[in-house]
């Protein structure tokens, strides 16, 4: 089951990530400007990210 599991999520992801060129393209074809996240947006998603990790896995709610 384990690995039934592990293959359907591997190929959905596989699946995903081959059409993202192509869906970007369509947007830009369409006129969307594509624009990077700024460095403080990183560091955002960095510290977010450490607070989950961090966080006990026991409790419902995270902190703040």
């Not at 293959?7 to 369409?30: M, V």
Request: aromatic share 8%; hydrophobic share 40%.
């Amino acid at each position: 089951m384990r690995d039934a599991a592990t293959a359907s999520t591997h190929y959905q992801l596989a699946e995903t990530l081959s059409n993202n060129g192509a869906a970007l393209a369509r947007l830009q074809s369409q006129g969307v400007k594509t624009l990077q996240f700024p460095d403080d947006v990183w560091d955002a998603f960095g510290a977010a990210s450490k607070v989950v990790l961090e966080y006990p896995s026991g409790l419902t709610a995270l902190p703040g």
